[in-house]
């Protein structure tokens, strides 16, 4: 447990109402104390960083400003919003977070009422502060708005979507640019402070008004002069403000302002908060501010498991095997130096995906569309029309954003494109926002698809190069998040024969087909098995579409019993896909679906998560046991 003490200004407040009166020293020496927490407290548990220490002040003048949780702050994405948290009612809740039963990693409604929206994919905070606006404005209150997106998500087509649908309506949101990295205009940062505060201050826009009032009753000549003076306040922005784009969508600029000066913040928001209308108020921070680690090694540093507070370099096993997704990207590059033809795309995630190593290796062949999942499936399918194969790398649980692209501009066109989805199943401590646990089901249900998940990381290999290889529509292959097997590497890859599974063990009491990450959960489950005198027949089938029809006929004759194992939503999923075939052709076999329950799955570790669901070897080997002792038990009986 942290002493509070050596905190000072944080120690004195659990809510924002217990900071809405401290000075600008005050706090100064409260953003301080709130870094140095994250630090101190994310070192050892792990968790999303740089953003968070980034958007400190930013977070502090807010709530400052603003009578929350009665004004509503929506949060993007989630990774900046550990100072929200803390600042919250949750500082000393703040080293469970990511862990089973303690905080969520992003922003949960159920979590706390300072929580306005939940969050965890990009692009969402406008569209979700607008809906709110809108609301409050038909219950006729005077709750004020405020979304807060990164630079980041701006690139997602939904955010300026958003911006469009609020300046038509005219509506009382405002929008706070948390702009780290993206350099929308170069900063003029004294004569360009000195205008936004001339801009936002009472004076100004009081008499702004009175001009406008008077000038309406004018006629035509008051029309005449309304427009003059348009013109000149216009030209002196475009000068000294980048904010043109979001003024033509009908918001009010103010920026860019010092968005680690909390005393400029303090008094943007003051002015803000007395303005009418759609307001856009950009902020210049720094990912990582005030943690020399983080600021030097910004990607590194985004999210981590829990690192040395001094050098900021994260804790690794000694000896573990390399991440699937080390061993996706060194297949690809192996792949792109054999066809030139293939490149890579990532939307805004090469670390994460591992197309970080083509990306130094081949830059070429390399693409980054930015948070922009629908564009980058249909940018994908674009170069596939002109004989590019595009392997297309996104986290499962992102993927979902984009399932009309994929019907609609690749598989009606019968496009050769290689989706490459990680994190699928179970994540761990990103909890539901990022679990992969449905791409089976609405993947599985697209014409021209070819579906596929390695057992291990050879077959990632194999399954990778044989994607290449496929022509006349798209092929999608999932695995899970975290480090491979550890099992050799063949030196050469090997194409596989689509819809073809591999039998691994033979066994007559029960036969068990798994796909993916829970085929060493099924070998490890073997040998309680027999212990328990039950004889399993063994399956994997690599492929979920097309399904190895032949292996399914003979299994339908030779076993009664079947199970089927899968990390993936029950409903819909491999196992769905199996028991509809058996149904179509008639046969009588038990089957036993065992997958992820029909529910969102809350945040924990991988082993706790399997655990609880009954997912891993002990519980694999609970329900088979279960499921064939019924049947011996019902025989006994007769008998």
């Not at 399932?403 to 690749?410: F, N």
């Not at 063949?490 to 024969?497: C, I, L, P, Q």
């Amino acid at each position: 447990m942290l002493d509070m003490n050596n905190y000072p200004a944080l120690s004195k407040v659990n809510v924002p109402a217990d900071f809405r009166d401290f000075s600008i020293p005050e706090l100064r020496q409260l953003c301080t104390d709130v870094r140095q927490y994250m630090v101190d407290v994310i070192s050892v548990v792990g968790g999303h960083f740089g953003g968070g220490l980034g958007a400190v002040e930013l977070t502090v003048a807010m709530h400052k400003v603003f009578n929350t949780p009665e004004d509503q702050i929506v949060w993007d994405t989630g990774h900046q919003a550990y100072p929200h948290k803390i600042l919250t009612g949750r500082k000393e809740l703040l080293p469970t977070i990511r862990q089973l039963n303690g905080l969520s990693g992003f922003l949960k409604r159920n979590e706390s009422e300072y929580d306005a929206f939940g969050a965890g994919h990009a692009s969402t905070s406008i569209s979700a502060a607008l809906g709110i606006a809108e609301a409050n404005k038909y219950m006729n209150t005077n709750r004020k708005v405020i979304a807060v997106i990164g630079d980041g998500a701006m690139t997602g087509g939904m955010a300026y979507e958003a911006m469009n649908n609020a300046g038509m309506l005219h509506s009382n949101l405002i929008v706070v640019l948390n702009d780290n990295n993206m350099s929308i205009a170069q900063n003029v940062w004294q004569f360009s402070n000195y205008f936004t505060s001339i801009i936002t201050s009472p004076d100004y826009n009081k008499f702004k008004g009175y001009v406008w009032d008077l000038t309406g009753k004018m006629d035509n000549f008051g029309d005449r002069l309304r427009k003059v003076v348009g013109r000149v306040e216009g030209g002196i922005k475009s000068i000294v403000t980048p904010g043109m784009l979001f003024e033509a969508l009908g918001f009010r600029y103010f920026g860019p302002v010092n968005g680690h000066n909390v005393h400029q913040l303090v008094k943007v928001f003051e002015a803000a908060r007395n303005l009418t209308g759609p307001i856009l108020i950009h902020a210049n921070t720094e990912k990582g501010k005030g943690y020399a680690p983080a600021e030097k090694h910004v990607q590194r540093l985004h999210a981590s498991t829990p690192f040395d507070k001094v050098t900021g370099v994260a804790y690794k096993k000694e000896g573990a095997p390399p991440a699937y997704t080390t061993i996706f990207g060194e297949a690809l590059v192996e792949l792109v130096k054999e066809n030139p033809k293939i490149v890579g795309v990532t939307a805004a995630m090469p670390d994460g995906t591992g197309l970080n190593i083509l990306q130094k290796c081949c830059p070429e062949n390399y693409y980054d569309v930015g948070i922009a999942e629908e564009h980058g499936v249909t940018f994908a399918a674009g170069l596939a029309t002109q004989g590019v194969i595009p392997v297309v790398a996104i986290y499962s649980t992102f993927i979902q954003r984009a399932i009309d692209q994929i019907i609609h501009d690749i598989a009606l066109q019968k496009l050769h494109v290689v989706f490459v989805l990680d994190r699928a199943g179970l994540v761990g401590a990103d909890g539901p926002t990022h679990h992969g646990t449905l791409d089976l089901t609405f993947l599985r249900m697209i014409p021209h698809l070819v579906l596929m998940a390695p057992k291990d990381e050879n077959e990632l290999r194999n399954m990778l190069y044989t994607a290449t290889k496929l022509k006349g529509g798209p092929v999608a292959i999932r695995y899970p998040r975290g480090n491979a097997l550890g099992v050799p590497l063949s030196d050469e890859f090997v194409e596989y024969e689509v819809g073809k599974a591999e039998v691994m063990e033979e066994g007559n009491d029960v036969a068990i087909l798994a796909v993916g990450s829970m085929v060493d959960y099924a070998v490890k489950t073997l040998p309680k098995l027999e212990a328990a005198g039950i004889s399993a027949k063994l399956v994997n089938m690599r492929f979920i579409k097309p399904l190895d029809e032949k292996l399914l006929d003979e299994i339908s004759g030779t076993h009664k019993k079947i199970v089927t194992l899968e990390e993936n939503t029950i409903v819909g999923g491999f196992g769905s896909a199996v028991a509809e075939y058996f149904v179509d052709k008639g046969y009588k076999n038990d089957i036993l679906r065992i997958g992820l329950p029909d529910k969102f799955v809350d945040h924990g570790t991988q082993a706790e998560l399997h655990r609880i669901l009954e997912i891993d070897p002990e519980g694999i080997l609970k329900r088979i046991t279960d499921f064939v002792e019924i049947d011996n038990h019902i025989n006994k009986v007769l008998v």
